[in-house]
Each structure stands twice: as structure tokens, then as C-alpha cells.
């Protein structure tokens, strides 16, 4: 089963305190990104990779890092987290291979983070 | 870079009432766009996209949705609703061959039974 997985799903942090959410998908895909959900704002785009070693910021990187090391992964670090980044956070992926000229793109089941 | 509105944030309606959600895009090239739909609690699930073809497009759960070229326009419809259909739906864009999606803010729909 297609799917891209996310870890933890729920975290209650305290500022300053690195974490790290996980992101995993099956699918041998070669675009990931993460997106954070807010009120009234939508889904904006953190940073993406379009493959293996290759990230770049999206609309809102402020105060995160990415890696990608393997192909199925893309972790999301906050190194130093503040109240501003409680959200809602999904990672997603997709094919790099055009179906009919375009992708979808497959989400995780969300990472709800809450830092006091 | 592409950018999307949706209007009228919240919405109210009654079972069996007909729904209308507008998308406008703004992107001058040729566009992929796409409505999701996230459940209390869930994650987001592709209702439906729009590539090529066909403009009238049709999804799951008996959503449909219309791409007018000359309105930069992808609105969601569906006839009559059901009290399952509560959610807040989001309209996206992407380039043509590009993966990164633009979203909109939301539409948040309340059906009262």
C-alpha cells in the first residue's frame, strides 16, 4: 500500500529543545516536502527535495532544516523551536515521472506539534 | 510563482443543499490543480484533479469540479450534500511538470443534518 508515513504524530515540546519529525515514504518517489497547516492561512510549503542530496527552501523555512540522505526519507529539524512553530505539520511526496503533464502528490497523516 | 484564493471561508449549509466552492488561480502557464478534502481529525485526501482533457472533472464522494480556462477558475461543486461531507476543503495548483503546489487558505463546510 502507497503510503508516506510520519513520526511522531502528536509532541508537546518545550522551546529550545531540538526535535526531529520523521517522514518516510514507499513509494520510490523523488519529490518530498513538508508543509505546515495554520488557521486560516492554508498549507505553506517549508522546504522541498527534488531528490537525494537536493533541498530547497519553500514559502515559509524559517527556523527548520532538512535533510535528504536516502530517497525514502525526509526528516524536518527544528533545531531550536519557539510557540510560533506550533502547527500542524505534513509531510507529502510524489513521483518525479509526469502523469498526463502532472503529479499527484500523496500526504502524511499529519504531525500535531505544540511547543510552550 | 502561482498563488490561489478560495473564498467564502466558512460555509453553512443543510443536508441535501447544493454546494458551490470557488478557486481562483493566478499562474499564466499551463496549470494542474486539484481539491482536497480534510476530515476532522484526518489528513488530507485527493477529491479530485484536473490535468488535461475533460474539464468538467469528477471525484470521489460525488464532488465535481469545473476548469474554466478564461476565469483562471477550478470551483467544487456538489448537488446535495450530507452531513458526512463537514470538512475543510483546500484548492491547489501546480505548474505544468512542477510539484510544488500552491494551496489555498480553505474552505471550512459545516453540514447540519
Known amino acids: 500500500e502507497a503510503q508516506v508515513t510520519q513520526n511522531p504524530r502528536y509532541l508537546i515540546t518545550v522551546t529550545g529543545k531540538k526535535l526531529t519529525v520523521t517522514c518516510s515514504q514507499n513509494?520510490?518517489?523523488?519529490?518530498m516536502s513538508w508543509y505546515r497547516q495554520d488557521p486560516g492561512l492554508g498549507l505553506r510549503q517549508i522546504y522541498y527535495?527534488?531528490?537525494?542530496?537536493?533541498?530547497d527552501k519553500g514559502d515559509v523555512p524559517e527556523g527548520y532544516k532538512v535533510s535528504r540522505k536516502e530517497k525514502r526519507n525526509f526528516p524536518l529539524i527544528l533545531e531550536s523551536p519557539s510557540p510560533n512553530q506550533t502547527s500542524l505539520y505534513f509531510c507529502?511526496?510524489?513521483?518525479?515521472?509526469?502523469?498526463?503533464?502532472?503529479?499527484?502528490?500523496?500526504f502524511g497523516e499529519g504531525s500535531w506539534l505544540t511547543v510552550v | 510563482a502561482q498563488s490561489v484564493s478560495q473564498h467564502n471561508h466558512h460555509v453553512i449549509l443543510s443536508e441535501a443543499a447544493s454546494l458551490e466552492l470557488g478557486c481562483n488561480y493566478s499562474?499564466?502557464?499551463?496549470?494542474?490543480l486539484f481539491w482536497y478534502v480534510q476530515y476532522p481529525g484526518q489528513h488530507l485526501q485527493l477529491l479530485l484533479k484536473?490535468?488535461?482533457?475533460?474539464?468538467l472533472v469528477k471525484g470521489i464522494k460525488g464532488f465535481e469540479a469545473e476548469f474554466i480556462k478564461s476565469k483562471f477558475s477550478f470551483n467544487l461543486r456538489k448537488p446535495s450534500v450530507q452531513w458526512s461531507d463537514t470538512a475543510e476543503y483546500f484548492c491547489?495548483?501546480?505548474?505544468?511538470?512542477?510539484?510544488?503546489?500552491?494551496f489555498g487558505k480553505g474552505n471550512q463546510v459545516v453540514v447540519i443534518p
Open positions: 507529502a511526496s510524489s513521483s518525479g515521472q509526469r502523469e498526463q503533464g502532472g503529479n499527484t502528490i500523496y
Open positions: 527535495s527534488m531528490n537525494v542530496e537536493v533541498t
Open positions: 499562474y499564466g502557464g499551463t496549470v494542474n
Open positions: 484536473y490535468f488535461s482533457g475533460d474539464p
Open positions: 491547489a495548483v501546480n505548474a505544468y511538470g512542477n510539484n510544488r503546489l500552491a
Open positions: 513509494m520510490n518517489h523523488e519529490y
